[in-house]
């Protein structure tokens, strides 16, 4: 049963990212028939080069393979989300243009020009173009990603110096939990489901520590859930706290459950850095 929000969300919201989430699951279980992961210390890897793990290791992805996922997920989307079969036509089509053997490292780069003239070319918003080879390519970095996931949970792991991007993947983290134990925060990628340590009063965004500057929000009766906010940057951050609840969460779907976490924060003023 979903848990009841502060704020409403749009009907059938929710629902669509579990079955989502559910579909790329089941699609990383097939990919992983036969897969081995490779043995990287990804940890002295980082130490000498703080590019991300997927910047420094070439991870293959058969493009044939990415292509049937991606027009596999364009069926899924098209069952569960009721659009104009205009769009969906358009990003069947997107499948014979997308350039699969390099669309993965071009979407974890900064650049994403590739993605607006191809939107443009086939007469579809950029968003859903991004949305599709996004969570098209999810499977396949969980799966390459899992065999390092304990290595970053370390609590030894503290030196990556941009805490709010991934370390494996180089995605940006809107999310984090504390962690119910001893409260210590990881931050959370929803692309590779990587989780890795940062300081409890610290702005990802900023850096900032000086604990009168970082505040937090929380919404009544929704104890659990957080905002950290940074005065010096007007950086914010969502947070799912597991001593309120004693329980653990799917983070991912936390972060998406929290849209009115976002509305209030920018409500305020703050902003989560994502174009600068
Ligand atoms: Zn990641
Ligand atoms: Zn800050």
């Not at 499948?95 to 607006?116: E, M, P, R, W």
């Not at 504390?178 to 692309?191: A, I, V």
Request: with cysteine; aromatic share 14%.
């Amino acid at each position: 049963m979903s848990r009841q929000t502060p704020v409403g969300l749009p009907e059938g919201y929710t629902d669509f990212y579990k079955n989502l989430e559910y579909w790329q699951n089941e699609q990383e279980i097939k990919l992983k028939q036969g897969y081995v992961g490779e043995n990287i210390d990804v940890l002295k890897m980082l130490a000498n080069n703080p590019k991300n793990v997927m910047k420094q290791h070439r991870f293959n992805i058969d493009p044939r393979h990415l292509k049937a996922t991606y027009l596999a997920l364009v069926e899924f989307l098209s069952s569960n989300r009721p659009l104009d079969s205009k769009v969906w036509d358009s990003l069947r089509q997107a499948g014979d243009k997308l350039d699969f053997a390099n669309v993965a490292a071009i979407l974890l780069s900064d650049d994403q020009s590739y993605f607006t003239e191809l939107a443009e070319a086939l007469e579809i918003p950029f968003e859903l173009l991004l949305f599709t080879v996004d969570h098209a390519l999810r499977p396949y970095l969980r799966m390459f990603a899992q065999p390092y996931y304990e290595q970053f949970n370390q609590t030894d792991f503290v030196f990556w110096n941009q805490a709010a991007i991934c370390p494996f993947c180089g995605s940006k983290s809107h999310f984090s939990r504390l962690r119910g134990e001893d409260g210590k925060r990881f931050m959370f990628c929803d692309r590779c489901f990587t989780e890795w340590e940062s300081r409890s009063i610290y702005c990802v965004h900023c850096g900032n520590d000086e604990p009168n500057s970082i505040n937090y929000i929380s919404v009544e009766n929704d104890n659990g859930y957080q905002l950290y906010t940074c005065e010096k940057c007007k950086g914010y951050l969502k947070t799912y706290d597991e001593r309120q609840t004693g329980k653990t969460t799917d983070l991912f779907i936390a972060n998406i459950e929290t849209i009115y976490l976002d509305l209030l924060a920018k409500e305020k003023g703050y902003v989560n850095h994502d174009i600068d």
